[in-house]
């Protein structure tokens, strides 16, 4: 918004300029929380703003004339910003004239010469009276004493100056009055009027009675700014009927009290002829135009003088380079800012004038952001897409300030904005599943696996923690068997696990990062127990209590291959842990008996003597393990003669065939099957986790 206010240069400091809540449409209590402060140009606080109130107040007394010279116009630049949201108003102040200065002239005392041959109407140029105030307040007229011979014309040059002449209305007699004293009074047109007097005495003199003349009096010359030094201006004409010393003219300038020798810094005249010419560099942005008065005075006795007046007006070049002002930058935004967000605001300016001061503003169009005019040099740096921090942290934005001058003339200005972090994405897992092995036994503690995660956020939005999810496929909670430690992703055994138990467990890990709110995601770690050989086989035929024999018949005459028993043992282990073997202790004597390896008969090996003693054997049955566990049975055969027990039949047991010698066959494909089975129960878990 642009706000407008006006206050008399002569107000107080307090003085209420205007409402700003009210025009703003804000309420007042929120300025303070809008942090409402006020910026001005040009770095002088003549203003501040009452919070409590909502007015702006005038800081300090204001001087229209010290501020702006002589400008027609008088107008103070401010600029309010607002934060949450980010806004700017612009607030121009116009100071108003009154009358608070009188018309004074140069000189307090005029000395002026006249011949006495003068013909009525001969003029006598006077000083300008010079007002600082404007306007009304400004010289209004100006009013000559009363005179017999003399009488006060006023003209209006070029600019609208007035500009008093006395003028001869009766011939003079210099033997009758050699002086005449007179008071030029200027007055303003102020309320109430103020005055400045100059007195004026007018010598009469003889002879030299034609003054120099300009043609023309009042004359105007364009010049380009920053033209070499010692450029011609122009050449004053200037005539003088008389002859000799009387008709020869010799210039100089006429300064102002209010900028006395300003306009001889950067012009010379050529006394003798007249010449202007540029004397230091002109700049059309301090001054577009000057005023020169010239004196042009003859060597007659007495001197006879004309005046010439000059406007030199100043043609605008393209010499000054648009400036960038970074008035306000959020730094940094939250990458998920909608678009439109204001990011900075930023103003232009270029001192020179017309086209060469209109600058257009412009960034790089891949960038995510653009320029939206706020109103006239003022733009607002806004998003003008998706911001990912975890695409790009922060942008180096370039402002490039073109003018549309010929040649162009261009800057710009880089910032960098920052881009903040926002909890947008969830950690990931290097893999969803997993497969470890651990071996059966192990200690409580023992490393099982570490699962890895990755978050692109930074911060406390990428600080994870891991955890194992109360859900599982197993009956007792997976807690009480796995824990894993919440910063680096190690899991750990609780308790040692038992592979005849639990041969495999789905461990469902966690991973949640610390943003708010926090995202998670998770992964099934597979664990598989690798079995150890911790069982010793088990003797389950013939079963006889710890420290009995098992007692067994034969027939006397049985031969050779004769089937007496058969020793049956199982073991808890799998694999080659279970794998058993059968084998005769070794004793002293030699036995006519003997075991099959592998599936544990007790055959005849040798004929029987006849009234032979009962033979005490001792079978061991071993497993495939490292360190391998076994088992033994005590077995007491006694041949009898009338002993005709079949002990196949007598069992169910199948008499010796090759089928019974290939055990190791069936534990193969026992193995085989339980593969397989274990494969199947495999790929169900995964198809249930998918």
Not at 341 to 346: E, F, R
Not at 427 to 441: C, G, K, L, R, W
Request: with cysteine.
């Amino acid at each position: 918004a642009q706000l407008r206010y006006s206050v008399p240069e002569d107000r107080e400091p307090g003085f209420s300029v205007g409402d700003l809540a009210k025009d703003l449409g804000v309420e007042v209590r929120s300025l303070a929380a809008r942090s409402l402060r006020l910026v001005s140009e040009g770095g002088q606080r003549h203003f501040q703003v009452d919070l409590a109130a909502g007015v702006l107040l005038l800081n300090s007394r204001l001087d229209r004339e010290a501020l702006c010279g002589q400008s027609p116009t008088c107008s103070l630049h401010l600029q309010l910003v607002m934060e949450n949201p980010l806004q700017l108003h612009r607030v121009e102040v116009d100071v108003l004239d009154v009358n608070d200065n009188a018309p004074q002239f140069p000189k307090p005392e005029v000395v002026l010469e006249i011949t006495e041959v003068a013909n009525p109407g001969t003029r006598l140029p006077l000083e300008v009276a010079e007002d600082p105030d404007m306007g009304s307040n400004s010289i209004s007229t100006y009013e000559l004493s009363p005179s017999e011979h003399f009488v006060l014309s006023i003209n209006v040059r070029g600019d609208g100056v007035k500009m008093p002449e006395i003028v001869l209305e009766k011939a003079l007699d210099r033997e009758k009055v050699a002086v005449h004293h007179l008071t030029l009074t200027a007055l303003d047109g102020g309320n109430p009027v103020k005055s400045g007097t100059a007195k004026v005495t007018i010598h009469v003199l003889d002879a030299n009675d034609n003054p120099p003349v300009c043609d023309p009096p009042i004359s105007k010359v364009h010049l380009e700014e920053n033209v070499p030094v010692g450029t011609l201006v122009t050449k004053l004409n200037v005539t003088d009927l008389d002859e000799g010393p009387n008709g020869d003219v010799e210039y100089s300038f006429k300064t102002s009290n209010n900028a006395p020798g300003k306009f001889t810094k950067l012009f010379s005249l050529d006394p003798r002829t007249g010449e202007i010419r540029t004397k230091g560099p002109l700049d059309y942005e301090e001054s577009s135009a000057y005023e020169i008065a010239v004196r042009a005075r003859d060597k007659g006795s007495p001197a006879m003088e004309g005046h010439c007046h000059l406007r030199v007006e100043l043609i605008d070049i393209n010499d000054n380079s648009p400036e960038i002002v970074l008035t306000s930058l959020s730094s940094p935004v939250q990458e998920d800012a909608t678009p439109g967000t204001v990011i900075a605001l930023i103003g232009v300016k270029d001192s020179d004038s017309g086209e060469n001061g209109q600058v257009r503003l412009q960034i790089a169009k891949e960038l995510p952001f653009k320029l939206v005019s706020s109103f006239k040099e003022h733009f607002s740096l806004v998003t003008n897409g998706p911001l990912d921090r975890e695409k790009a942290s922060g942008y180096n934005i370039t402002v490039r300030a073109v003018d549309l001058g010929s040649p162009q003339r261009a800057t710009q200005k880089t910032f960098y904005l920052q881009i903040a972090d926002v909890n947008d994405n969830a950690p990931n897992f290097s893999s969803p599943f997993d497969t470890a092995h651990v071996q059966e036994n192990s200690l409580p503690g023992t490393s099982v696996f570490s699962v890895s995660a990755s978050d692109p956020d930074e911060g406390s939005n990428a600080k994870l923690s891991y955890s194992i999810l109360l859900n599982g496929m197993q009956d007792v909670p997976i807690s009480t068997y796995f824990r894993i430690d919440q910063d680096n992703g190690t899991i750990y055994t609780v308790r040692a696990l038992d592979y005849e138990q639990d041969k495999v467990f789905q461990v469902p890990v966690e991973v949640k990062d610390a943003g708010s709110p926090a995202l998670s995601s998770t992964a099934v770690v597979h664990v598989f127990v690798m079995d150890e050989n911790d069982n010793a086989p088990i003797i389950v035929y013939p079963s006889v209590p710890t420290g009995s024999a098992f007692y067994q018949t034969i027939p006397a005459l049985a031969e050779p291959g004769y089937l007496v028993t058969k020793i049956v043992a199982v073991d808890a282990d799998s694999g080659h842990n279970a794998w058993l073997s059968y084998q005769l202790r070794e004793t002293a004597e030699a036995l006519p008996f003997q075991v099959e390896r592998r599936s544990g008969e007790i055959r005849v090996a040798q004929a029987l003597r006849d009234s032979e003693d009962p033979h005490r054997l001792v079978v061991e049955v071993r497993d495939n393990g490292t360190p391998s566990l076994s088992a033994s049975v005590v077995i007491v055969i006694s041949p009898e003669e009338n002993s005709v027990q079949d002990f196949a039949k007598s069992l169910d047991l199948p008499k010796s065939s090759p089928k019974d010698t290939n055990l190791t066959l069936y534990l193969i494909i026992s193995l085989v099957s339980i593969s397989l089975v274990s494969c199947v129960m495999f790929a169900v878990v995964a198809a249930r986790c998918l």
